[in-house]
């Protein structure tokens, strides 16, 4: 099972373009998102600490205790989220970064770029950096996201409005980097399988409940005309030809699996 360290913002003074909000706030939310997919998708993870308006700590310490512990697990992908600024806010685009000559850091971003692509439509740039804690001290290779510009209310809205939508695209593109099968946690269960349930093959001299709902079912579907009393003689035999040969089933007259799926199903 593939282990992605999953790291937010630790230091607390980006202010957000949405009201109330703030750079900690919407990467948390993102990555609460994220790990419902994650464990569908059966990618182990786990996540640095939540550091949000007001709670105390030491951002500069918080980093490096998770840079040790994402090194200390083993992970196979350092995966950084926060959100960019510009000085004056009209900046909008993504802008992931990996480690220069990181050749599966670049890998890993260049498979969850191209999911981003699908549903984000501003600038989107993979940049090379080799000054920053995160992508330099990390033994696993790292993706340090800057997903959108948060001084930007247009793209600090379109982020706050696709939390589920990026999350989804991140996890396609890190299924795709470790070669797993992306699995949808929102997908509907499957309708319950009428056709599975395991019926007794009936023949001729076969005398049972499962007969007469045989003989309720041909009444039905194919106009037979069956006295319904479980027992299964010739009219019914006859009745099971008759249904087989107008369904295009091999005519035996034995109801086996093929013929009881044509009828239930
Ligand atoms: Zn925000």
Sequence with gaps: MPKVYLSPPYHYNNVCAIPGCDENKHNNEY??????????????YKRGPRRIAKTAGNGDQMMINAVAESNAWGA???????????????????HPMIYPGSE???????????????????????IPRSDL??????????????????????????????LRQVAEATARGMCRYFG???????????????????????????????VRTLQILLNKYNNAHLTEDGIFGQGTYNAVRAYQRSRG???DGIVGAATWAQLLC
């Design 133 to 162: 804690y995160e992508l330099r001290k990390t033994t696993a290779p790292a993706v340090y996201e800057e997903h959108v510009f948060h001084d930007n209310e247009a793209d600090a809205r379109w982020f706050h409005n696709h």
């Design 104 to 126: 599966k850091g670049r890998k890993a971003a260049e498979c969850i770029i191209e999911e981003r692509r699908k549903i984000y439509d501003q600038s989107i740039t993979l």
């Design 249 to 251: 089933l091999t005519v």
């Design 180 to 210: 797993v099968k992306f699995v949808d946690p929102y997908d509907k269960p499957a309708a319950p399988e009428l056709c599975s349930v395991s019926l007794p093959i009936l023949r001729q001299g076969s005398n049972s409940g499962y």
């Design 76 to 94: 196979d992908l350092h995966y950084i989220s926060h959100t960019n600024a510009s000085s004056n806010g009209s900046a909008r685009g993504y």
């Design 31 to 44: 990555l609460d998102e994220l790990v419902v997919y994650l464990k569908a998708c059966g990618i182990e």
